[in-house]
């Protein structure tokens, strides 16, 4: 089983929904969470970062952690084309290479408009 | 504010042909730096973090190295390149200091390394 899992799409959405994007890990000792955006042939751009349980919003996104289920979620709201873009999860390591953080392999997000 | 630079933009190169891509951050001090490799559907792997100069830890065996001259460069190399060493480079920075089990990391733009 691989540590995260991350649906890689393609995910293509209209403008205006909303928009769920989903990793799973299998490191109950994973405590601190990021989402990344990374558009075609440029570096990830940090969106959000968690840390444990719960949500965390800003603006038109929500991050959620679940712990109990090892499952962590972006949720874009009014979705624009120009959210189109690779989303991906990362969370830092707490086994042997600590303080790494371990990625998705990424959802590649399509908004129509 | 902070700022992190890679260059080249894109390189190609043939193989058996040496390798140097650079990295630089401005507006921080004794930042944690890694390199990651990005391959078509393979999602980032990392390849090496220095907590320091001169300090560099390297997380998978291969054909390149790394090395940290100065408190904000961070440059990967190769002797020899291979056709599988293809791929996007990214360099990241966080704060350093304290336990890496904390911080947010921020990537560069990338190099786009074709090796033919």
């Known amino acids: 089983q691989k540590e995260v899992e991350q649906d890689p799409g393609p995910l293509s959405v209209p403008e205006g929904a909303i928009v769920s994007l989903n990793c799973t890990y299998s490191n109950s000792a994973f405590q601190y969470f990021m989402w990344y955006r990374q558009y075609s042939r440029k570096g990830p751009e940090l969106l959000m970062y968690t840390y444990s349980s719960g949500n965390k919003e800003d603006g038109r996104f929500t991050a959620q952690v679940d712990k109990s289920s090892k499952y962590i979620s972006l949720f874009i709201r009014d979705s624009q084309p120009s959210d189109s873009a690779t989303y991906l999860c990362?969370?830092?390591?707490?086994?042997?290479?600590?303080?790494?953080?371990?990625f998705g392999k990424g959802t590649k997000l399509s908004v129509k408009p | 504010s902070q700022t992190i630079h890679q260059w080249p933009a894109t390189l190609v190169q043939p193989v058996g042909s040496p390798l140097s891509l650079e990295c630089t951050v401005e507006?921080?001090?004794?930042?944690?730096l890694y390199w990651y490799r990005q391959a078509a559907g393979r999602g980032l792997q990392l390849l090496f973090y220095?907590?320091?100069?001169?300090?560099i830890s390297s997380e998978v065996p291969q054909n390149l190295s790394a090395s940290r001259p100065q408190d904000r460069q961070f440059i990967l190399s190769s002797k020899k390149l291979l056709l599988s060493d293809s791929g996007f480079y990214l360099c990241?920075?966080?704060?350093?200091?304290?336990?890496?089990?904390?911080?947010?990391?921020?990537f560069g733009p990338g190099t786009r390394l074709t090796v033919l």
């Open positions: 507006g921080t001090s004794n930042p944690n």
């Open positions: 990241a920075w966080e704060s350093g200091g304290t336990s890496r089990l904390y911080n947010e990391q921020f």
């Open positions: 990362a969370m830092r390591n707490y086994g042997g290479s600590q303080g790494n953080l371990i």
């Open positions: 220095s907590v320091g100069i001169g300090q």
